[in-house]
Antibody, heavy 118, light 107 residues
Framework: EVQLVESGGGLVQPGGSLRLSCAASGFTFGEYAMHWVRQAPGKGLEWVSGIHWNGDNIGYADSVKGRFTISRDNAKNSLYLQMNSLRTEDTALYYC???????????WGQGTLVTVSS | DIQMTQSPSSLSASIGDRVTITCRASQIISSYLNWYQQKPGQAPKLLIYGASSLQRGVPSRFSGSGSGTDFTLTISSLQPEDFATYYCQQSYSTPRTFGPGTKVDIK
């Protein structure tokens, strides 16, 4: 059974940093691209960042470019999102999602909540 | 970046109704269009990928069509468990943009 479990969310002040993690199991993690998607309270889905299976191809939404860094450790079956210079508008539930070979995201975690507030 | 729009933004329907949701891309995306269902408090669930392919385990009352820039999600006979918000998403290019969502609720 595929499982994606996010962790690392919490309350942080504007300008602060957080590192999110996603632990994957039930599939060959190193063969798939992975993504972070966020959802602000009461709002829609926003793709944040994605990383190719080997880490070579990385993309970011304009809203986080230069502040967030995605990475992965295939030996540990883990995906990460380093978030720096956090803003109040980064407050959201952050989901980790598995790529379905450019056909959408077929598995999602339950999300980890990030709240940026003073 | 490719912009995605959806219509309507919300709709009210009854059990057994046929429901159609439209998604439009700001440029041609071939068939790289996916549909998700999200219920309150849950993660999104992939329903349709490649514009018209039904994800494993998804009921056959869901179908998708379209190519290029215009796409449609159809629920042939609405069931109680289908009341949710539906999102389209393009996987043609990065960023993998989502539409704003269509909320389907009970009439």
């Amino acid at each position: 059974e595929v499982q994606l479990v996010e962790s690392g969310g919490g309350l942080v002040q504007p300008g602060g940093s957080l590192r999110l993690s996603c632990a994957a199991s039930g599939f060959t993690f190193g063969e798939y691209a992975m993504h972070w998607v966020r959802q602000a309270p009461g709002k829609g889905l926003e793709w944040v960042s994605g990383i190719h299976w080997n880490g070579d191809n990385i993309g970011y939404a304009d809203s986080v470019k230069g502040r967030f860094t995605i990475s992965r450790d295939n030996a540990k079956n883990s995906l990460y999102l380093q978030m720096n210079s956090l803003r109040t508008e980064d407050t959201a539930l952050y989901y980790c999602a598995k790529d379905f070979v450019r056909s959408g995201f077929d598995y999602w975690g339950q999300g980890t909540l990030v709240t940026v507030s003073s | 970046d490719i912009q995605m729009t959806q219509s309507p933004s919300s709709l009210s329907a009854s059990i057994g109704d046929r429901v159609t949701i439209t998604c439009r891309a700001s440029q041609i995306i071939s068939s790289y269009l996916n549909w998700y269902q999200q219920k309150p408090g849950q993660a999104p669930k992939l329903l349709i990928y490649g514009a018209s392919s039904l994800q494993r385990g998804v009921p056959s009352r869901f179908s998708g069509s379209g190519s290029g820039t215009d796409f449609t999600l159809t629920i042939s006979s609405l069931q109680p468990e289908d009341f949710a918000t539906y999102y389209c998403q393009q996987s043609y290019s990065t960023p993998r943009t989502f539409g704003p969502g269509t909320k389907v609720d009970i009439k």
